[in-house]
Each structure stands twice: as C-alpha cells, then as structure tokens.
Nanobody, 131 residues
Framework: QVQLAESGGGSVQAGGSLRLSCNVSAYSHMSNCIGWFRQAPGKEREGVAAIYRSGGSTSYADSVKDRFTISQASDKKTVYLQMNSLKPEDSAMYYC????????????????????????WGQGTQVTVSS
C-alpha cells in the first residue's frame, strides 16, 4: 500500500505563495500517477493538478493554470505543488493521492474533473488565503 503525507500548508495573504510537499512511500505501478486535490467546506472535492512520475507530464485544473506548478524531486520520493498568486478561493484542505498510470490518463483527459478514484490518499494540509 502506498503511503502519502502532505506538508507545507499555512495561512497567507492574497497574492502570496506556498509550496506543498507530498512524500510518497513507493514508486511503483500503484503510484505512477500523483494528484493534488482540494476541498473547501460545503464544496465538492476538486482536482487541482496531477503528474506522471515516470515521464513528468502534468495537467492542471483551469482554475489554477498559470498560477500553480506540480513537480517532483529527482528521486521521485516527493511531489510538490508550488502555489503562486494565491486567492481567497484557493482556501481549502489540500490532499495528495496516488494511483496507477491509467488514473492519470483518465484525469488528464477529463481536465482534473472529478470522475476517477485514486487508490491512496494522504491526510491533507490546510491552506488559508486571507483577503
């Protein structure tokens, strides 16, 4: 079972930046796809970004494109989400999740929209952006 742990959340003013980290316990067929998701109170979970670990290809939700960047460490143990130009509407609990290659294939095709379940999830890290 793939274990994931998020860190790096916090409170920032609008326009500020944060970098979230997702430590991944294993690089295997079960974790070739890593995604970042967020959920605000009263709202559905929203896909934010995803990455193919084997090749590095990425996908982003329209709401964060050009502001957020997903990347991974060279040893593939950590996946990052660099968040710039933060807005109050970015406030949410952020989760990272792992799945096989096919998961990213589906998520990429759907533009990060909800519709596929990842196999493993972290506990989340809170991001709060004040106006």
């Amino acid at each position: 079972q793939v274990q994931l742990a998020e860190s790096g959340g916090g409170s920032v003013q609008a326009g500020g930046s944060l970098r979230l980290s997702c430590n991944v316990s294993a690089y295997s067929h079960m974790s070739n796809c890593i995604g970042w998701f967020r959920q605000a109170p009263g709202k559905e979970r929203e896909g934010v970004a995803a990455i193919y670990r084997s090749g590095g290809s990425t996908s982003y939700a329209d709401s964060v494109k050009d502001r957020f960047t997903i990347s991974q460490a060279s040893d593939k143990k950590t996946v990052y989400l660099q968040m710039n130009s933060l807005k109050p509407e970015d406030s949410a609990m952020y989760y990272c999740a792992a799945g096989p290659t096919a998961t990213c294939t589906i998520v990429f095709a759907r533009g990060m929209r909800t519709g596929v379940d990842f196999d493993s999830w972290g506990q989340g890290t809170q991001v709060t952006v004040s106006s």
